[in-house]
């Protein structure tokens, strides 16, 4: 099951009966939909192709203008980007959105090391999940002791709505694909962006809604912090400023000169929006790290707005310590001419390719 956190948590690794050697990885995001496809061969995983559809003109918007669409017209939306990317496979995995789910750690004080904390869950999750336990389907696991041991135990929460379980259920069902049903998103990218060598990873994931920062240590979710402020606005308020249209915002931010006249203010305009995540996720960082009595060893940066130019120098800069765009594409093989167009796209595509992944990872 994909909300088993006893799984998905372990080291990011995940089984699965299907025996074809390829499969797909779906993301649903709020402004478009991405697939990636690829088949494991005797030597490596390959990518076989991937594909972007932008999910404005699905609801009748702009192209890159959130959209939630219904169900009907979300599979609408991946069949046609699997049609055009020419997608093959029907076994996979579709990642949830974290709109739908629910993440976050709470530690509980404990008399003992002994004391048996299962039954508290469901007390304590109902403090802290917005939704009646009734209507969401809940899972947990214990952390391991960060920084020095005490007798409050920390315990990763997660909770998805069973409305959004039934309704990708039923998306993977009308487009005929079997597999793996759905699993959070954070899980997908995690496993996307990990490297073997890692010991700590911290993952800014700059998304058109929203902004996300995971904390992982030894494959494992310590941390996550959400602000909603997201590149949507970065768009709205450059279409303001240069009094152009919302789709001639987003395709300029996607590519600029800092230098021109236009590019100062995209480029100014991103700053802006950005900092305020920014500066809660140093926070978030920072209290980590003082915990754990050292440095995180990688700081990734990912999402829509990670994409678009000068936006990963930026934010090395605010924090001054060394930071990467997201390069997800790393972990499958591909032919030499495709590099530089797969590391431009890289950061939008972490959580469609980590998804894919799940089934050999």
């Known amino acids: 099951m994909a909300l088993s956190l006893s799984n998905i948590l372990n080291n990011l690794k995940q089984t699965s009966k299907d025996?074809?050697?390829?499969?797909?990885g779906i993301d649903v995001g709020s402004s478009a939909v991405k697939v990636v496809e690829i088949e494991e061969t005797p030597k490596t995983i390959v990518l076989r192709t991937y594909g972007e559809l932008q999910l404005g003109p699905y609801d009748n918007k702009s192209l890159g203008d959130i959209s939630l669409l219904e169900n009907d017209r979300q599979i609408e939306a991946v069949t046609d980007v699997m049609r055009e990317s020419g997608v093959v496979g029907r076994s996979g995995a579709l990642a949830i959105p974290l709109s739908s789910s629910f993440l976050t750690v709470i530690s509980l004080p404990t008399t003992s090391d002994n004391d048996d904390i299962s039954s508290r869950i469901p007390v304590e999750a109902k403090k802290y999940v917005p939704l009646p336990l009734t209507d969401v389907s809940l899972d947990w696991t214990e952390l391991p002791a960060l920084g020095q041991k005490t007798l409050n135990r920390d315990v990763f929460l997660a909770a998805i709505e069973n409305k959004a379980l039934a309704n990708h259920k039923a998306?993977?069902?009308s487009i005929g694909m079997k597999g793996e049903t759905a699993e959070i998103e954070a899980f997908s990218l995690i496993r996307a962006l990990w490297r073997n060598g890692d010991s700590t990873l911290a993952i800014l994931d700059l998304g058109a809604r929203s902004s996300k920062i995971y904390i992982v240590r030894n494959g494992?979710?310590?941390?996550?912090?959400?602000?909603?402020?997201?590149g949507k606005e970065i768009s709205r308020i450059v279409s303001e400023k240069l009094n152009i249209s919302f789709e001639e915002a987003e395709n300029l931010k996607r590519r600029y000169d800092r230098n021109s006249e236009q590019g100062k203010v995209i480029f100014q305009?991103?700053?802006?929006?950005?900092?305020?995540?920014?500066?809660?996720?140093?926070?978030v960082i920072g209290q980590y790290e003082a915990r754990l009595g050292s440095k995180i060893n990688r700081i990734v940066i990912s999402g829509g707005v990670a994409a678009s130019p000068y936006c990963v120098d930026y934010v090395k800069d605010r924090f001054g310590r060394p930071t990467e765009k997201a390069d997800p594409f790393a972990k499958v093989a591909y032919p030499a001419f495709m590099e530089d167009v797969l590391h431009d796209i890289g950061p939008a595509f972490?959580?469609?390719l980590g998804a894919a992944l799940r089934k050999f990872q």
């Open 220 to 230: 494992i979710l310590e941390r996550i912090h959400r602000v909603t402020i997201g």
């Open 171 to 173: 998306l993977l069902s």
């Open 350 to 352: 972490g959580v469609a």
């Open 269 to 283: 305009t991103m700053a802006s929006v950005i900092d305020g995540p920014l500066l809660e996720f140093g926070r």
């Open 19 to 24: 025996t074809s050697p390829t499969t797909v």
